[in-house]
């Protein structure tokens, strides 16, 4: 894979600490004596006679049956494990001692700290209040976007980023696909609808949840459905827009038909292109001056899903009942993996599941490192590609870590539900920058 100057900080600082082990497979084998009792019988005598057994295990062995649990099989050469004390900043911390957060939803958060949350209102606790905000993971100072006493009133996050959140508002709770998108301008502290998506003959709007839109260069780049052939039942052909709004001079423009999913990449944005005659797929790339270009063909691959950060397309792919050894004739997936592409387009395996039922979301890269979302709960890790390294948090518990990342660090939520369901807490429980 490709070789870039290993930079990052966190890495400078963990190996300094003495906590952490690197395990690779070229190291000493682990030798384990095994006492195995025979009883001998020699006409009316017995004796019993001890043998010994040298059972060789490998640390990659021992790294996957302990920190793995033989559910997932990791295709990297170096492992470090890594205790809390090199862990960069603070290891555990509440978010707010004094503040119950029972109700409250996390996602998404700045390279300044500034983590968003919604919470929703609760009729059978009498709590109508809902809530938009952020909350700054350093200074503990929150910020409310938007708030009232409406149960009717929903939000969905979409996007942050240092300057701008984007979320979804939906107006009937009967209905939640009754929604429309705003801006919300953090230095001046305005809200803007930008978009009301397009509703069918019915008043309806096709879809509540589309791909996440994104902002570069002072656009917001996000798709709209315009169509759903009905006729052929759930399987019918879906014809959705890319669009582009222009934060400054708010107009909104058409950039591509039957195109998906934008997303950061390598100064500009990438996303997915279905062909004319739907025999083909793309993804496809914008520059800073508007120009588009093919990046790859993407038609014969079997992704699951593809998301794109900094110079990085990664990608999740599905596993079928003979990567398990299983014969139940099943035909759908039943684990997953995931991997990503280098520059010369090579697909770089991370990481997949070997037992039915382990899925592996999806690898989200920052700049540097990329973000495992597990399923089920597993070990917080994450993997840096410019040293081709897995980090797992060995002293972790396995206690749903639930990992949040952007460009300059990633952190784990852990949630401390001890005192009871109205006393939940969340914790900063590992905080790592990059």
């Known amino acids: 894979m490709k070789k870039k100057l290993f930079i990052i900080l966190f890495a400078i600082f963990l190996t300094a600490c003495s906590g952490q082990n690197n395990i690779t497979d070229n190291e000493t084998n682990i030798t384990k004596i095994e006492n195995i009792t025979e009883t001998q019988t020699d006409g009316s005598t017995e004796t019993e006679v001890i043998k010994s057994e040298r059972v060789i295990k490998s640390r990659r062995d021992e790294i996957n049956e302990i920190y793995l649990q033989n559910n997932y099989q990791a295709f990297i050469d170096n492992i ?23 109700g409250y939803g996390f996602d998404l958060v700045d390279n300044e700290g ?41 939000y969905a996050i979409q996007f ?98 039957q195109a998906t999913t934008p997303m950061l990449y390598n100064d500009g944005i990438a996303y997915i292109k279905q062909s004319d005659d739907k025999e083909s797929v793309y993804i496809n790339f914008i520059d800073k001056n508007g120009v588009i270009s093919t990046i790859m063909d993407v038609s014969d691959k079997n992704y699951q899903r593809v998301t794109c950060r900094g110079d990085e397309i990664c990608f ?20 997953s993996g995931v991997g990503y592409l280098d520059s010369d387009g090579n697909e770089i395996k991370v990481m997949e599941g070997i037992k039915r039922g382990q899925y592996i979301d999806e690898l989200v890269f920052n700049k540097n490192i990329g973000v495992f979302y597990f399923s089920e709960k597993s070990y917080p890790m994450y993997y840096n590609l410019h040293n081709d390294t897995l980090y797992i948090l060995k002293n972790a518990q396995l206690n749903g870590y639930y990992p949040i990342i952007c460009d300059s660090f990633i952190l784990y939520l852990y949630i401390d539900e001890s005192g009871g369901e109205q006393q939940s807490k969340y914790i900063i429980k590992y905080l790592d920058k990059s």
Not at 80 to 102: A, Q
Not at 188 to 216: L, M, N, Q, W
Not at 316 to 335: A, K, Q, T
């Open 316 to 335: 999740s792919y599905p596993l079928y009942e003979e990567h398990i050894g299983g014969n139940s004739g099943y035909e759908g997936m039943v684990c």
């Open 114 to 154: 500034n983590l968003c949350f919604i919470k929703t209102a609760d009729y059978l606790r009498n709590d109508m209040v809902h809530q938009i905000g952020y909350y700054n993971i350093f200074n503990e100072e929150i910020v409310i976007i938007e708030e009232g006493e409406d149960n009717s009133i929903s």
């Open 80 to 102: 470090e494990l890594l205790d809390e004390e090199c862990i960069y900043g603070e290891t555990s911390r509440e978010l707010l001692s004094h503040e119950p957060w029972y």
């Open 160 to 257: 942050a980023n240092s300057d701008y959140i984007i979320f979804s508002k939906s107006f009937d709770y009967s209905n939640r696909n009754d929604y429309k998108m705003f801006l919300y301008d953090k230095k001046t502290f305005e809200i803007t609808e930008y978009h009301e998506p397009t509703k069918d003959p019915d008043g309806r709007v096709y879809a509540k949840f589309t791909s996440p839109p994104c902002i570069f260069d002072g656009n917001i780049f996000f798709n709209d459905i315009i169509d759903i052939d009905y006729e052929h039942g759930y399987g019918g052909d879906i014809f959705i827009n890319l669009l582009k709004y222009n934060i400054s001079d708010k107009t909104t423009v058409l950039v591509d038909t």
